[in-house]
T-cell receptor
Framework: KAGVTQTPRYLIKTRGQQVTLSCSPISGHRSVSWYQQTPGQGLQFLFEYFSETQRNKGNFPGRFSGRQFSNSRSEMNVSTLELGDSALYLC????????????FGPGTRLTVL | GIQVEQSPPDLILQEGANSTLRCNFSDSVNNLQWFHQNPWGQLINLFYIPSGTKQNGRLSATTVATERYSLLYISSSQTTDSGVYFCAVVTGANSKLTFGKGITLSVRP
């Protein structure tokens, strides 16, 4: 099976712009979760989608949003970018229960100038 | 929420040495995974181990769920083992992983 894929791998944006990141899970997986990794805060949970519904949300401002499509692919959007949004954004896919192994994609590295 | 603490924060080894990385967690968990983050940032699954012991080559892991800790053992370390090792846990009925701060391992030739 193909692994989790994320596009694009690298992005450079300026403050105030918006950005959309994409994640394609492993075939058959119904859960997609998003994480932000920064040197200062480590790996932080953004949100999880399961069967097109947001099932869980982390402590991030409303500028961060996401969605999941019927084929389980997910997108996350960040509006009005701030310098502090510069980070590695990782997505993980799983079958969807709390006891399932989660698999991560290669990440999207976002730089906000 | 659950707290995940990893120790030591940094570890420097000579090639060929053995090491033990520790992960303590503050509540019962449904899922515990160990990851190695490669230099390009991808998290590579090492073990899914909410309880018990598993081995994969030079790596092995043990989780004692009743005492709320997990150990990752690396034997005969190689320079390619360098990187950051994360422990992450799931509590509750969803898939949210809570990560520790990671352990940075440097293996010198």
């Amino acid at each position: 099976k193909a692994g989790v894929t994320q596009t694009p791998r690298y992005l450079i944006k300026t403050r105030g712009q918006q950005v959309t990141l994409s994640c394609s899970p492993i075939s058959g997986h119904r859960s997609v979760s998003w994480y932000q990794q920064t040197p200062g805060q480590g790996l932080q949970f953004l949100f999880e989608y399961f069967s097109e519904t947001q099932r869980n949300k982390g402590n991030f401002p409303g500028r961060f949003s996401g969605r999941q499509f019927s084929n389980s692919r997910s997108e996350m959007n960040v509006s009005t970018l701030e310098l502090g949004d510069s980070a590695l954004y990782l997505c993980a896919s799983s079958l969807g229960t709390s006891v399932d192994t989660q698999y991560f994609g290669p990440g999207t590295r976002l730089t906000v100038l | 929420g659950i707290q995940v603490e990893q120790s030591p924060p940094d570890l420097i080894l000579q090639e060929g040495a053995n090491s033990t990385l520790r992960c303590n967690f503050s509540d019962s968990v449904n899922n515990l995974q160990w990851f190695h983050q490669n230099p390009w940032g991808q998290l590579i699954n090492l073990f899914y181990i909410p309880s018990g012991t598993k081995q994969n080559g030079r790596l092995s892991a043990t989780t004692v769920a009743t005492e709320r800790y997990s150990l990752l053992y690396i034997s005969s370390s190689q320079t390619t083992d360098s990187g950051v090792y994360f422990c992450a846990v799931v509590t509750g009925a969803n898939s949210k992983l809570t990560f520790g701060k990671g352990i940075t391992l440097s293996v010198r030739p």
